[in-house]
Structure formats: structure tokens, C-alpha cells
């Protein structure tokens, strides 16, 4: 039996490779490929390069190198995501997949012989030492990386736990490269991380899709509901920087939000793939029943949402499920799928692109959001202070009295006030989420007088 397993994040972790999508056992007829015979004359000359450089290059060369980098070369060609695997690549995969790896922990890919940032991981040391989406390195140890292939320069950020790794970095709107020391330390996988935003509203955060993701996932949210009382009345789902992950793992979050009785167009897709060869086709679809029926919902994505986040984003979107809120996501729309040569390396190739319900292919234009909101920073002595913060008629010294003035009234104009200065902290804090906050509490009012 040999295993292919599909990979949606195809992008390079720098402390690792990418993280293993999917694990599929197939029968050994159906993964064999078809060896043709290659023609003579190009079996020749690579074997003639291959003594040449033995016998004639400065440095001594053994034939695992040459082969390595000959497969190396022939794979990396091919696209962005695609990838040879030798012993340590796949050992640092297979270390990622386990939940934890040695490094900086930020998602990175090669764009025209530059190095850009598609997100630091949340918690990660790249996270702390301020690398952000669309960062772009330009050097890393002062050696310059436009040259380096992509598995050149993660093998360049990785090293032992404690040690330390110097970037340089081209940030937009900066013109002034930034320099950072950024040590490599264990990186723990956090997939889920949640919290109530005012009472009744729920939000959880999703960082990756692999391991129990939607195990927790369903936890948080029944956490959620428990401090609300027993039922949310708006639930956000926070995709930003999110690199993706596993594809049935993407289906099944998408379908913990949509109920297939409910859906009367697109055939109840939630993704289908395409590839050349038709084992590469994949269809998921939405099962009966969600978690959250009738609450009204916003997806958060940025330009760090990407590839498996792109597939749960483009489901609720095309099925008006959800106000999809913040930047255009990063549009990664291949599948990789990772096939081994021995028991020791592996190639990770691209072998199909997927599309939404709706029959919209992601691939290099991404989800565009329902409302841009633009990612930037907001203090609070910027803001404006007419915001219920200070004081109205009833603060004044003898006022007039309301017949309707009472206890309970009181209170509920201190709790008001609290819940705005909550909301201006939660702007300054983050604003996108904020806007989503107001987004969601627009959708939850819809419908009533």
C-alpha cells in the first residue's frame, strides 16, 4: 500500500515544510505510476553531467547530492508549491503534523524570486518579534535570498531551539528596510482560540485546519453558548493568517455551518477539485444539520487567509451564510499531493485546483470580502469623544426627572456606557474586528421593526 496525502497549505513553513492536508490509502495498482522509457539520449546526458561534475568540480560531490538537487530542481520548476522532500523535509513535515516543531513559525512563499510572508503563526516567535502578512525578506544571516529557492531559504531561517536568526525585511509603505533578530524556539499549533465579545456574541479565531480542529471547534462554541446563557445571537469566525491546512478538514468546518435541507442551489457543494488524472477529482458536500442555525455570522479574512481558510470562506459566501468581512484573501487554489519515492523522501506536487460551490476558482484572485475594511491601526485619542462616554441630560445637577426613571433604568445606562468603552478598546485593539462587530450586529437587527 503506498499513501498519497494532499496538501492545501503548499506554502513553506519556515521551521518546517508544509503541513500534510489529507492522508488517503489507495491500492497499490492505483498509486504505481506508469514508468515509460525514457529516450536514450537524455538518460545519457544526465548520467554524462552527473561523471563530469565528479570528476571536474572543485568541491567532491557524492551521487545522493546530485540526485537530490536533480530532483530538487525538477520539481521546484514546476510551480510555487510544489517541492522535493528529502529525508529532513519530510522528517520536519512529519514533525508539524504532530502538532509541534523547532523554528520561527511563519508561512512563507517564493514570489518572483522574492521571499514574502503570507502569515506568522499565532504565539509564534515571528508573531512576537513583529513580522506581518506581505513582508517580504531580503536577506536572512545578511545573505541575500533572491537567488535561494524556496526550501534554500527556509533551511536558512531554520536551526537549533535557542538560537538566533537575523532578517531583513521590506515592509509596504516602508521605505527603510527593517531588521530583526527573531530566535527559533519550539512552536506549539494553537488551532482555536475563542472568547465572548459582549454577551449573547460569540467569536472564535482558527489558526490552521489539522489535528482535533474541529473537535475544539464545536467545544468552543458550546463553551460559548454556555456563558451566553444557553444560545448566541452572532457568532464571528476569525480566518485572518490563517495558511490553511487540510482539505476534508476545511469541508467539515464549512459543513458545522451549513444544513444541506437548507440548501437549494449548487447541489449542497462545499468544494470540488480538478486535476489531470481522475483520482484527483474530490467533491465534499453539506450533511444535514449545523451548529449554529438562524445565528447570524461574519467571516474575518485578510491576505494571510489562504488556501483551506479560502475553502470555508468561499462555502459560506457563495451560500449567503455568512458576511465575509476585512481584505482579499491570499489566493491559493491548488491541491499538493504528497507521494512517497522510498521510505525516506518524498516529492510534493501540485495536482489539481479547487473551486467553490458556486464554480469560482480561487487560484491567484482569492475570496474578495462582502465589506473591505482596510487593515489599520486606531488610538483612542483619535476617536472621536461624542460617543455616550462623557455625559447627557441626566448627569446634569437637578435635571429634570423622567417618570420613567428607575433603578433597573440606571443600570442599564451604566452597562451601555461600559459596553462602549468596551467597543472603543476593541477598536483600538484590533479594528477589523471591530468593523465585523458592528457588520454582525447590522445582519442580527435585519428583519426587525
Known amino acids: 500500500m503506498k499513501t498519497r496525502m494532499l496538501c492545501l497549505f503548499g506554502l513553506a513553513l519556515a521551521a518546517s515544510t508544509a503541513i500534510v492536508a489529507h492522508a488517503a490509502s489507495d491500492t497499490q495498482d492505483a498509486n504505481t505510476p506508469h514508468v515509460r522509457m525514457l529516450p536514450r539520449t537524455d538518460v545519457q546526458r544526465f548520467t554524462n553531467a552527473i561523471g563530469l561534475i565528479q570528476e571536474y568540480y572543485i568541491a567532491s560531490t557524492t551521487d545522493d547530492q546530485l540526485f537530490g538537487n536533480a530532483i530538487q530542481g525538477m520539481v521546484s520548476n514546476l510551480d510555487p508549491h510544489s517541492a522535493y522532500l528529502d529525508p529532513t523535509a519530510l522528517k520536519d513535515l512529519q514533525a508539524t503534523v504532530s502538532g509541534q516543531f523547532v523554528g520561527i513559525g511563519v508561512e512563507l512563499t517564493l514570489d518572483n524570486g522574492l521571499l514574502e510572508v503570507i502569515s506568522p503563526l499565532a504565539g509564534s516567535p515571528a508573531a512576537a518579534a513583529g513580522l506581518k502578512a506581505n513582508d517580504r525578506i531580503i536577506k536572512i544571516n545578511n545573505v541575500v535570498v533572491q537567488e535561494m529557492s524556496l526550501d534554500d531559504a527556509v533551511r536558512q531561517i531554520k536551526g537549533p531551539e535557542g538560537s538566533w536568526v537575523k532578517l531583513t525585511v521590506l515592509r509596504p509603505g516602508i521605505k527603510k528596510p527593517l531588521l530583526m533578530s527573531v530566535q527559533r524556539k519550539i512552536v506549539k499549533l494553537v488551532a482555536v482560540q475563542s472568547k465572548t465579545l459582549e454577551p449573547g456574541i460569540g467569536y472564535v479565531r482558527l489558526t490552521f485546519f489539522q489535528g482535533p480542529v474541529e473537535t475544539q471547534l464545536r467545544q468552543a462554541i458550546q463553551q460559548l453558548k454556555t456563558q451566553s446563557g444557553g444560545k448566541l445571537r452572532g457568532f464571528i469566525l476569525d480566518l485572518r493568517n490563517n495558511p490553511g491546512g487540510l482539505l476534508e478538514m476545511s469541508g467539515s468546518v464549512a459543513d458545522d455551518f451549513l444544513d444541506a435541507k437548507q440548501l437549494t442551489h449548487h447541489k449542497g457543494l462545499i468544494v470540488y477539485t480538478k486535476g489531470r488524472v481522475p483520482h484527483s477529482d474530490i467533491t465534499l458536500k453539506a450533511t444535514p444539520g449545523e451548529l449554529l442555525p438562524g445565528v447570524p455570522m461574519v467571516v474575518l479574512i485578510n491576505g494571510g487567509t489562504a488556501s483551506a481558510a479560502e475553502i470555508v470562506t ?48 480561487i487560484q491567484a484572485h482569492g475570496i474578495t470580502p462582502d465589506i473591505a475594511i482596510p487593515d489599520v491601526a486606531m488610538r483612542l485619542d483619535h476617536m472621536t469623544p461624542n460617543v455616550g462616554l462623557n455625559f447627557d441630560e441626566s448627569d446634569f445637577t437637578n435635571h429634570l426627572a423622567n417618570a420613567g426613571d428607575s433603578a433597573k433604568w440606571k443600570q442599564t445606562q451604566v452597562a451601555q456606557r461600559a459596553l462602549i468603552k468596551s467597543e472603543l478598546q476593541l477598536a483600538q485593539d484590533d479594528y477589523t474586528l471591530y468593523q465585523a462587530l458592528i457588520a454582525l450586529k447590522g445582519v442580527m437587527t435585519q428583519g426587525k421593526a
Do not use: C, E
Not at 316 to 328: K, M, P
Not at 339 to 357: C, G, M, Q, R
Open 314 to 361: 468561499g462555502a459560506l459566501q457563495d451560500y449567503h451564510r455568512a458576511v465575509i468581512v476585512g481584505s482579499r484573501s491570499f489566493g491559493k487554489g491548488s491541491v499538493q499531493t504528497v507521494l512517497p519515492l522510498d521510505d525516506n523522501s518524498a516529492i510534493k506536487i501540485t495536482t489539481a485546483l479547487y473551486y467553490t460551490p458556486a464554480g469560482r476558482m
